[in-house]
């Protein structure tokens, strides 16, 4: 049977109205009689009446469920005819026994045809399944909410032949075969989940098998599951999983508590991996890694998301979060474990440096546009769109600042109360917060605010500085932002520390807490307890007399060391005091923010200029670079990124945040005359460290190896910036001789992006070798997407007819379409609109096969409204475009709808 009735017009989620679901569920047993065009799902569901909404009296049972045909229902042995409908079904109370009851039913799906990658479909001949957020209900009727959990017992049926391998969630518990080369597999997963965390995947597979040794004692047998041919790459996830595991028993005490632990590698896949309960699907590009295929990049990248979804087990699994806007609960908690763990691994600094950028180039502009949302949004017409940077990383933002805020110990506290209390539950911020508070005694009610306060705060600075005493004012404010107007102050830990006129350190670094619109902070340098002390309102922010004896001279201000905080600290300096923070201040964070603050500050004078960019760039900049670049006393991956130059999207988000429109022409212009009086200037420089850095060591792929050839990388970026024939023979020497893709595809990128003659031959013979390997091919794509050069459109358009691009793919789209529209604004932002009429062509296209991929790449149009008014106008008549397509999903029409009204 299908429901005969149309869909009707998306309507908006909202926290506010969450109730709690009548029926609850005792345990789930599903079989599934596998078939591509054909799958039978049969479902017996025990329900209970929910007590605490008993109360209300007699309840309909209503279930999701969504492209399913149902065969049969059965409640307590009893056929029945539920009422269909295009979003699911519902049994009315009056038919329903008081207290419990069998529900049982069968489904009929077409694995083949679910091009959207959610619930039950087939990637390159495997099934396999995406649940996350509400995949289940293509499987079978079911209430599809995270609220509701239950054991798993699953019966796989297939063809031998193609399908040898049957998983899913838990332990095995039985396997046999069957007539007509068909065969079963039974799992048992004894712990209760929501329906988003089942599994299944099905197919001619491989695994890389490896034991971990509990802290406890336990033996748990590891396997990663590939296609034949495969298993030599999976090495690197497998020792990432095995380090994450002991690291989250040494870190949280938290311990792995099932037989079998498994990750499945899928090439068609809309996220980069996910937590399943024992069986965790990824992206093949997060766990595929050679040394001649995979950059160090792509080895930090695997190394942090296997993390991510192992630490899921504890935070996101065990416990899960009651309704989807929750989410910020178990992502924002999680990718903290993850960045913590990364830090643990591959260093503080650049951890966290590297952090802080991927915050501001995704974060701040959801925050700054018409998509801007809390942490904890409250409401929403398709959830799949707030997996958003806002929910993963600035609510990992918001876990740091409370670790902050309550100390290391407070923090590991908490958190153990946080697993004794709430094991086996779904939970909320509240439930989360109260833990904190029990545990520590602090009143967290402001804190809280920014769960549920959407938009980045900016944060003025006053200094005074008279007879010994320093004083420092602070005021917070931040922007109105879509439906939230008005906003409050909120609770800021603000890391200071001050650096003496000759370099050195007088005050070490003290969090200040920022609790008001604006406070006052002394510094006393005569108290003989010196310290950090709040003021009563100065008004002009001078501190009262002193009779402490003077230091000699004014110190100068490092402040949110370590990016204390997810705010913009709105403060002008010297270019002078930019170039002193450098060269010695001692938070490694604030010294690489201070050359990157000089680099903007260059940019935006150059882009001020009407006119050919004739201005001089500061000496004072080129010379704290190359003092950067020579100090071999600095960590070689830190000195990388102080070279690094700002990209187009930086410039252009300043821009903004400062009320200006962005020229990406100009920034671009402004951008590369700043890499090539860096590769010009310190073109000694650059050569000696690029050669002295050249290794004949085998390849690793740890942070002590992977830092030296990301410095020495940056030096050939550099030097290929100046255009010179010596630089683009160094790059060809190095791509020739390379040994590892860490090697190639740098000396690459240097080419093609500087247009090199010898580029487009170098590109050929990249792909000849490569193309039977999709995860190096995605690279080809993208590093000609992203060519900031005239004929990368036509390139592009070109290559959306190759063989090697598939449209359906989601990294194939993503690797060119998505890294034009997101990664290369000087072509996607061309004046004449042609980069936007052909992402719009595409995302039209891509709508009606994968609605979530499609959403996605859509936000490239969130900064429209930073931009002239002729590319406003550009902008908008494609969106325009896309919103009047005829069934339009609910996935891009939200997020169109959106940015057209923001």
């Avoid at 969504?66 to 539920?82: F, I, K, N, Q, W």
């Avoid at 041919?229 to 949280?252: F, I, N, P, V």
Wanted: charged share 25%; net charge negative; glycine share 8%.
């Amino acid at each position: 049977m299908h429901p005969d009735t149309a869909p009707m017009p998306p309507q908006a989620t909202r926290l506010a109205d969450y109730r709690a679901p009548d029926w609850l569920i005792d345990g789930v047993a599903l079989e599934f009689d596998l078939a591509p065009s054909a799958t039978r799902v049969k479902a017996r569901i025990d329900f209970r009446r929910n007590p605490e909404r008993a109360a209300e009296g007699p309840a309909d049972l209503a279930l999701d469920g969504r492209l399913l045909t149902l065969v049969s229902a059965v409640l307590d042995g009893c056929p029945v005819e539920p009422e269909l409908t295009a979003e699911g079904l519902r049994l009315a109370a009056a038919s329903l026994p008081a207290e419990r009851f069998t529900w049982e039913c069968e489904t009929e799906i077409v694995p083949r045809a679910n091009t959207t990658l959610e619930g039950l479909y087939i990637s390159q001949g495997m099934y396999c399944t995406q649940c996350e957020a509400e995949g289940f209900r293509k499987i079978t009727f079911y209430p599809d909410r995270p609220d509701v959990m239950a054991p798993f017992r699953v019966r796989i049926e297939a063809d031998r032949a193609t399908c040898p391998v049957l998983l899913s969630n838990g332990n095995p518990v039985a396997s046999g075969d069957l007539p007509k080369g068909r065969h079963f597999a039974e799992w048992r997963d004894p712990h209760p989940k929501p329906a988003y965390l089942f599994a299944l995947v099905a197919g001619d597979l491989v695994s890389h098998d490896a034991g971990f040794t509990t802290m406890s004692g336990r033996e748990v047998a590891l396997k990663i599951y590939v296609r034949p041919g495969d298993q030599g790459k999976c090495a690197y996830a497998m020792d990432s999983l095995k380090r994450a595991m002991r690291w989250d028993e040494a870190t949280h005490g938290r311990e792995y508590d099932l037989d079998l632990f498994m990750i499945v590698a899928v090439d068609d896949f809309n996220m980069g991996a996910m937590e399943n309960k024992g069986l965790n699907i990824f992206n093949s590009k997060y766990v595929l890694a050679s040394p001649e295929t995979a950059t160090d990049r792509d080895y930090a990248l695997i190394e942090a998301i296997v993390a991510h979804e192992y630490f899921h087990n504890w935070t996101g699994n065990r416990i899960t979060c009651r309704d989807w806007f929750q989410l910020c609960l178990k992502e924002g908690l999680t990718v903290f474990r993850d960045q913590q763990f990364s830090a643990d691994t591959r260093g503080r600094a650049v951890t966290r440096i590297d952090d802080v950028k991927r915050l501001r180039a995704r974060q701040f502009g959801e925050d700054q546009g018409p998509l801007a949302h809390p942490v904890r949004p409250r409401e929403y017409i398709e959830i799949n769109n707030f997996y958003t940077a806002t929910v993963y990383e600035k609510g990992a933002e918001v876990i740091g600042m409370l670790r902050t805020l309550v100390g290391s110990e407070g923090y590991r506290r908490a958190l153990e109360l946080y697993f004794e209390r709430h094991d086996g539950q779904a939970c909320t911020i509240e439930q989360f917060r109260k833990c904190f508070e029990d545990a520590t005694g602090r009143d967290l009610a402001q804190f809280a605010r920014w769960w549920s306060q959407a938009g980045t705060p900016r944060i003025a600075v006053e200094e005074a500085w008279a007879d010994g005493r320093y004083t420092l004012t602070l005021r917070q404010s931040t922007p109105p932002t879509p439906g939230q107007a008005d906003k409050q102050p909120l609770v800021i830990p603000v890391a200071v520390g001050l650096i003496g006129p000759n370099g050195a350190e007088i005050a070490p670094t003290q969090v200040l807490e920022l609790t008001t619109a604006e406070q006052s902070f002394s510094y006393d340098f005569g108290d003989p307890d010196p310290g950090w002390r709040p003021l009563p309102r100065l008004g002009s922010g001078r501190g009262a007399e002193s009779d402490a004896a003077p230091t000699p001279g004014k110190p100068i201000l490092s402040i949110l060391r370590g990016f204390s905080a997810p705010v913009i600290v709105e403060r002008e300096i010297s270019d002078a005091e930019a170039a002193f923070l450098l060269a010695h201040d001692t938070d490694p964070f604030n010294r690489w923010e201070a050359g990157r603050a000089y680099a903007v500050r260059i940019a935006l004078g150059l882009i001020a200029r009407t006119g050919p960019l004739t201005g001089d760039i500061p000496g004072a900049w080129v010379e704290g670079m190359g003092a950067v670049l020579t100090d071999d006393s600095l960590d070689a991956a830190f000195r990388a990124m102080v070279l690094e130059v700002p990209g187009v999207d930086e410039i252009s988000r300043e821009i903004a945040a400062r009320g200006g429109l962005a020229d990406p022409d100009a920034i671009h212009a402004a951008l590369r005359r700043m890499r090539q009086t860096l590769g010009n200037e310190l073109s000694t420089d650059l050569t000696r460290i690029y050669e002295s850095a050249k290794s004949d060591r085998p390849y690793s792929p740890d942070a002590a190896s992977a830092g030296p050839r990301a410095l020495k990388n940056r030096c050939l970026a550099l030097l290929a910036a100046t255009g010179s024939e010596q630089a683009f023979a160094l790059a060809e020497a190095q791509f020739r001789a390379a040994g590892n893709m860490s090697d190639a595809l740098p000396a690459l990128t240097a080419l093609a992006h500087e247009g090199a003659p010898v580029a487009d031959g170098l590109l050929e013979a990249f792909h000849s070798r490569w193309q039977h390997d999709p995860l190096v091919v995605d690279k080809w794509l993208a590093l000609q997407a992203s060519a900031p050069l005239p004929g990368t459109l036509a390139r592009v358009e070109a290559l959306t007819g190759h063989a090697s691009f598939d449209w359906r793919n989601p990294n194939k789209f993503r690797a060119l379409i998505g890294v034009l529209a997101g990664a290369n604004p000087v072509v996607f932002h061309r004046a004449d609109g042609a980069g936007y009429r052909f992402v719009a062509d595409w995302l039209i296209r891509l709508d009606a096969v994968n609605p979530q991929t499609t959403a996605r790449v859509a936000g490239v149009f969130e900064t429209m409204r930073g931009y002239d008014t002729g590319r406003q106008t550009l902008m908008r008549a494609e969106l325009d475009r896309i919103a009047g397509v005829a069934n339009l999903s609910k996935n891009t029409g939200e997020i169109v709808e959106r940015i057209l009204a923001g």
